[in-house]
């Protein structure tokens, strides 16, 4: 999730998320609204990541996710999949002219990103970007993943531009016109994007989502109210959460 605080209709700063819009030819969540995402793919497992990475060491976001090793890969994967998808790119320090030449390149197929980013001597800002939630789809799903979820703040002075692909539109929105869109079917969502928004609506403003997520609070449970109808998914504090279905979603948000 990539957060900023922009001016709302009335003048003073809001909390604003990017969301961008999946193509409806896609078979997983067609013409959905999503955050920037995708898989940890091979190449961000590199040998090298301590110096693609800054801030963060390995053992410390392996520790943060709880696996072995590797765990930065997760990180530089966030990066990677939010520069594809919406031309933003979470980097320590950037300067225009660098961010010219790694669009390029990697938009001609002439190298990965990981290698650009070493050419350039560019690191990821992994400092900046924090682990909130972790879901899992259910056994027996047509199509399964193992989901996490982070959120960063956008740098000053880039402009999403998505890929045309996988990705047709994007938009920065508060988390309450998020959720007025989707309920007036403007604005299709899958529940673990939903539940992120509402998490988001919880916070007034980008910094203090940042604050919350830089202290890596314990996991809280989803549970769902009424799963065979409205189907709303819960966290501690809200309505119903106690008498909540708890064997439903596979998911889990750090409050």
């Known amino acids: 999730m990539v957060i900023a605080d922009l001016p709302g209709p009335g003048g003073p700063l809001e909390l604003h998320v990017l969301m961008l819009q999946r193509a409806a030819r896609l078979a997983f969540a067609p013409a ?25 060491t390995d053992h410390e976001a392996s520790a943060i996710l709880d696996v072995p ?3 930065l890969a997760w990180w530089l994967a966030a990066c990677r999949e939010t520069f594809e998808e919406a031309g933003i790119l ?23 990103f990981s290698e650009t980013l070493a050419d350039h001597q560019i690191q990821v800002n992994a400092a900046g ?5 972790r ?43 998020a959720l007025a869109r989707r ?17 988001l609506g919880r916070h007034g403003s980008g910094a203090d989502v940042l604050s919350a997520t830089a ?16 189907y709303r998914a819960v966290l501690p504090g809200d309505d119903g ?3 909540a279905a708890q064997d439903v979603e596979s998911g889990w948000v750090r409050q």
């Open 32 to 56: 959905a609204w999503v955050f920037p995402g995708g898989r940890v793919d091979p190449e961000d497992h590199r040998g090298d990541l301590g110096q693609l990475c800054a801030g963060l």
């Open 69 to 71: 090793r590797g765990g």
């Open 90 to 112: 979470l980097t320590a320090d950037l300067i225009s002219p660098k961010l010219a030449a790694v669009r390029d390149q990697i938009a001609g197929g002439r190298t990965t």
């Open 129 to 133: 970007i924090h682990e909130v939630a």
């Open 135 to 177: 879901f899992i789809t259910p056994v027996g799903s047509p199509r399964r993943f193992d989901a996490r979820f982070f959120v960063a703040a956008a740098p000053h002075g880039q402009v999403a531009q998505v890929d045309g692909g996988e990705i047709v539109a994007s938009v920065w929105v508060t988390p309450h016109d």
């Open 183 to 199: 309920a007036a079917g403007q604005f299709e969502m899958i529940s673990p994007t939903v539940l992120m928004i509402e998490w």
């Open 215 to 230: 202290e890596r609070r314990p996991y809280s449970q989803v549970r769902v109210l009424d799963p065979e109808a409205t």
């Open 241 to 243: 959460y106690e008498g």
